[in-house]
T-cell receptor, first 113, second 112 residues
């Protein structure tokens, strides 16, 4: 069954802690993305990757980091430098970045206590 | 920078009526314009898309129109049904990149 899997679905973190959100896809897509969703602000791009070992900052990259060591995996780390990390995080992939459908995971909801 | 504006932010219609959601984009070289539907607690899913070489595209009760000169594109839903209630996002590709910029979303409520 092909698709994108995000984990965990819910995550609680104390202030000052780093946390890593997992995103795995078995669609054989080259491009992968991380978006942040806040009420009334739509989907804002954090980072994206066109190919393995390459990634670019999106519009709100500060306080986040990513890696792309394997085609199927694109983990996102929310660092303690992110001032307002409580949000819903969506991972997506595309076979033809910029010109084709984005396939989204089910999302991870991070709450900072 | 690149920007996509979406209006209205909320829209309530009676079942059976039509709904229209409008977006404007800033990058005149954008060439791909998808629309996503996100039901409560679920992931966004593509419902229709249009490319810059086409002015209109239909799929049953939904249609999208594109005005490249004005940099506008719109989603039209006819004969709305309660299951159309969701948040709808427009997006535009950013030329020369793999990026997509999303609008802020429209919460559509179809009243029975």
């Amino acid at each position: 069954d092909g698709g994108i899997t995000q984990s965990p679905k819910y995550l609680f973190r104390k202030e000052g802690q780093n946390v890593t959100l997992s995103c795995e896809q078995n669609l054989n897509h080259d491009a992968m993305y991380w978006y942040r969703q806040d009420p009334g602000q739509g989907l804002r791009l954090i980072y994206y990757s066109q190919i393995v070992n390459d990634f670019q900052k999106g519009d709100i990259a500060e306080g986040y980091s990513v890696s792309r060591e394997k085609k199927e995996s694109f983990p996102l780390t929310v660092t303690s430098a992110q001032k307002n990390p409580t949000a819903f995080y969506l991972c997506a992939s595309s076979t033809s970045g910029g010109t084709g459908e984005l396939f989204f995971g089910e999302g991870s909801r991070l709450t900072v206590l | 920078g690149e920007n996509v504006e979406q209006h209205p932010s909320t829209l309530s219609v009676q079942e059976g009526d039509s709904a229209v959601i409008k977006c404007t984009y800033s990058d005149s070289a954008s060439n791909y314009f998808p629309w996503y539907k996100q039901e409560l607690g679920k992931r966004p899913q593509l419902i229709i898309d249009i490319r810059s070489n086409v002015g209109e595209k239909k799929d049953q009760r939904i249609a999208v129109t594109l005005n490249k000169t004005a940099k506008h594109f719109s989603l039209h839903i006819t004969e709305t049904q309660p299951e159309d209630s969701a948040v709808y996002f427009c997006a535009a590709s950013v030329s020369g990149t793999y990026k997509y910029i999303f609008g802020t979303g429209t919460r559509l409520k179809v009243l029975a």
